[in-house]
């Protein structure tokens, strides 16, 4: 499914620049609507972390919210007006929260500690495969058909490939982790499937899962960051994208071309960041919290870099080192929580960061609002230092993943 899922998404990646002119936004304009996307979809995160804790049948949060998602395109593509956009863009951000939320904690009952880092690393190079395929097919059909067609053509074919995680089955939660921990049935950390869980207590309470994650010193200092990090998340891919039209020329096609050497860049480095990702968390779990630190910084440099020599082979190189970056930082970042999480509070662990990406999302249109008509140059360099911030907060969890990920296997 990760293969083909998310095409639709690419085309309206690609045609961000001509949705703009299509509804005659602004750059602040778009930023309000992003927004808007991100207060909704973080303010659900909670209760669909809690509710994933508590539900027998995980993986029906993920049939049900893929599905509902690619919808969302559909709306978007139809929509007549900027209302109808910002309710599709809703519509399909809220919709992927079930599966967002539930794919984790569902990979973790899946597969051992050990392997999980290659695991999720996999699944992105899936991911990965499939944009690759996706950017020229979005980035043609959106020059030749227009940006509606192009969205509801992929929408419906999204829809169709959604439907086969109707096939999944609801493994055991937590059985991994005693495995690891040498206190399952199986010995070799096979995942019961579909029995009644007699064993495990009755599911958290919200409150209980809230005080068992802030108590979780790595996950508080990942949530902080991800404070000042959210609010350059998503401004820095719209300016650069507008960026590329306005100032650069390029058409939906030329920029898919640039997608596409970001999605071959990337899936080259994603076994290398999941296999990384098992071995750090094996012997040295603070170099894991360090690779985040010096990836954000990285991301930092390149947006520097693109600000102050906006040119298209810098535009080019900046998008290809962005997307080697993210395939080593993602999956790191993932397995990272999941580690210092106990199996039981996973799914609501895993959306504490949303209360302060909403926060940060907030002050995002506050941010570009300032530097509303002036260059889109000076709009990238005045995010450097806020990169630089979050990437700063991230160093200070080196000292406390080890101690972390240690009381999570205890509490398995």
């Known amino acids: 499914m990760a293969l083909l899922a998310g095409w639709d998404d690419t085309a309206l990646q690609l045609a961000l620049p001509e ?3 299509d509804f005659g936004l602004s750059v602040t304009m778009l930023g309000v609507i992003g927004t808007i996307t991100l207060i909704v979809t973080n303010a659900a995160g909670l209760p669909l972390g809690y509710l994933t804790d508590r539900v027998p049948k995980r993986v029906r949060l993920v049939q049900f919210g893929q599905v509902a998602a690619n919808l969302g395109d559909v709306v978007q593509a139809l929509a007549p007006n900027v209302g109808l956009l910002i309710v599709g863009r809703t519509l399909g951000g809220v919709s992927r929260l079930p599966n967002d939320v539930a794919q984790v904690p569902l990979l973790s009952d899946y597969y051992l500690p050990s392997s999980r880092g290659r695991v999720i690393a996999l699944l992105r190079m899936a ?3 499939g944009s690759l395929l996706a950017a020229p097919i979005a980035g043609y059909t959106v020059t030749v058909y227009g940006w509606r067609t ?13 439907c086969l995680t109707f096939l999944l089955r609801e493994p055991r939660r937590g059985a991994t982790d005693r495995a690891a921990a040498g206190r ?4 070799d950390g096979t995942v019961a499937v579909e029995r009644p869980d007699t064993e495990e207590r009755p599911p958290p309470r919200f409150w209980e899962g809230i005080r068992v994650g802030w108590s979780i010193r790595t996950l508080r200092i990942l949530a902080i960051s991800s404070f000042v990090y959210s609010i350059i998340t998503g401004l820095v891919g719209m300016v650069a994208s507008l960026m590329a039209k306005q100032d650069l020329f390029l058409d939906p096609f030329q920029r898919s071309l640039v997608l596409e050497g970001q999605m071959v860049l990337g899936l080259l480095v994603v076994p290398f960041a999941g296999v990384l990702a098992d071995r750090f968390m094996k012997r040295r779990p603070a170099l894991l919290a360090a690779v985040q630190g010096v990836c954000t910084l990285g991301i930092g440099c390149l947006v520097l870099a693109l600000g102050l020599f906006p040119s298209v082979p810098v535009y080019i190189a900046v998008n290809l080192l962005f997307s080697m970056i993210a395939g080593v930082q993602v999956p790191s970042f993932i397995i990272l929580i999941t580690q210092v999480l106990p199996a039981r509070h996973r799914g609501i662990g895993l959306q504490l960061t949303a209360p302060f990406q909403l926060a940060g999302g907030v002050l995002s249109p506050a941010l570009l609002a300032l530097t509303d008509g002036m260059p889109l140059r000076y709009t990238l360099i005045s995010l450097v230092p806020v990169v630089v911030v979050a990437g700063l907060i991230q160093f200070t969890a080196m000292r406390s993943v080890a101690g972390d990920v240690r009381a999570s296997m205890e509490m398995a």
């Open 19 to 21: 949705i703009k002119e």
């Open 127 to 129: 991911g990965g495969i």
């Open 150 to 162: 192009a969205t509801l053509m992929l929408a419906v074919m999204a829809t169709t490939v959604a």
């Open 184 to 187: 399952s049935e199986a010995a």
